[in-house]
């Protein structure tokens, strides 16, 4: 079965120890006894999106999991398996850059019509952190715009600073651009951040699977 995850930019998962072995394209993994979703076992999502609550690194991975188990008390985003191997993989850190930048400035938009005209330092820190993601801004320039950003109470996931917040990030655009609206809204918005994320993220990684 085809399913996605995500790695360190050193090929190792998140919650690894320095010890662990880096993975390998076409390598496979098997782990005895028992396995339990975010316990113990083989992590993976049934969509390259759908890791985003559960992102790792700037490694988007494409293997095949056997047998996958899914509790009935979760969403369906996240499943565990006994068996892994990496089919392929891709590093898209710019790409996440991005697609965090494109949330943020949606849900500053959606302030906007909502007759809540945002700070400006919160547009520059949308504005520092996509130049970053293009290489056209320093980190100094980041960590500035971001420390802005806090000062007026805004969303700072935008900056994406640290793969550390990048769980947060995601999970925070969702929740901002979506504020206030309903459930038709809600869902027009996940349909375009679906939509955007396989533009910029899950074509790259198609690109070296073709």
Same mark, same amino acid.
């Given at each position: 079965?085809?399913? %996605?995850?995500?790695?360190?930019?050193?090929?190792?998962?998140?919650?690894?120890?320095?010890?662990?072995?880096?993975?390998?394209?076409?390598?496979?993994?098997?782990?005895?006894?028992?396995?339990? *979703?975010?316990?113990?076992?083989?992590?993976?999502?049934?969509?390259?999106? /759908?890791?985003?609550? %559960?992102?790792?690194?700037?490694?988007?991975? =494409?293997?095949?999991?056997?047998?996958?188990?899914?509790?009935?008390?979760?969403?369906?985003?996240?499943?565990?398996?006994?068996?892994?191997?990496?089919?392929? %993989?891709?590093?898209?850190?710019?790409?996440?850059?991005?697609?965090?930048?494109?949330?943020?400035?949606?849900?500053?938009?959606?302030?906007? /019509?909502?007759?809540?005209?945002?700070?400006?330092?919160?547009?520059?820190?949308?504005?520092?952190?996509?130049?970053?993601?293009?290489?056209?801004?320093?980190?100094?320039?980041?960590?500035?715009?971001?420390?802005?950003?806090?000062?007026?109470?805004? +969303?700072?996931?935008?900056?994406?600073?640290?793969?550390?917040?990048? =769980?947060?990030? +995601?999970?925070?655009?969702?929740?901002?651009?979506?504020?206030?609206?309903?459930?038709?809204?809600?869902?027009?918005?996940?349909?375009?951040?679906?939509?955007?994320?396989?533009? *910029?993220?899950?074509?790259?990684?198609?690109?070296?699977?073709?």
């Amino acid at each position: 079965m085809i399913a %996605y995850h995500t790695l360190r930019a050193d090929m190792r998962t998140g919650s690894g120890s320095s010890r662990e072995k880096p993975w390998s394209i076409g390598e496979r993994r098997k782990i005895r006894g028992t396995i339990e *979703l975010c316990k113990r076992g083989f992590h993976s999502c049934p969509t390259p999106f /759908d890791t985003l609550p %559960y992102i790792q690194g700037p490694v988007l991975c =494409r293997v095949d999991v056997t047998e996958p188990e899914k509790p009935e008390d979760n969403d369906g985003t996240k499943q565990v398996s006994r068996e892994r191997e990496l089919l392929a %993989y891709v590093n898209v850190e710019t790409e996440l850059r991005l697609f965090i930048c494109d949330c943020a400035e949606r849900a500053l938009l959606g302030e906007r /019509d909502h007759g809540r005209e945002p700070d400006e330092r919160s547009w520059k820190a949308v504005t520092i952190s996509r130049l970053f993601a293009q290489g056209k801004a320093t980190v100094e320039e980041l960590v500035a715009a971001e420390e802005a950003a806090w000062a007026v109470g805004a +969303a700072t996931w935008a900056t994406w600073a640290a793969w550390a917040a990048a =769980r947060a990030a +995601a999970r925070a655009a969702a929740r901002e651009a979506a504020r206030a609206a309903g459930a038709a809204a809600r869902e027009a918005e996940g349909l375009w951040q679906r939509q955007r994320f396989d533009e *910029l993220v899950t074509s790259k990684l198609e690109a070296v699977t073709a």
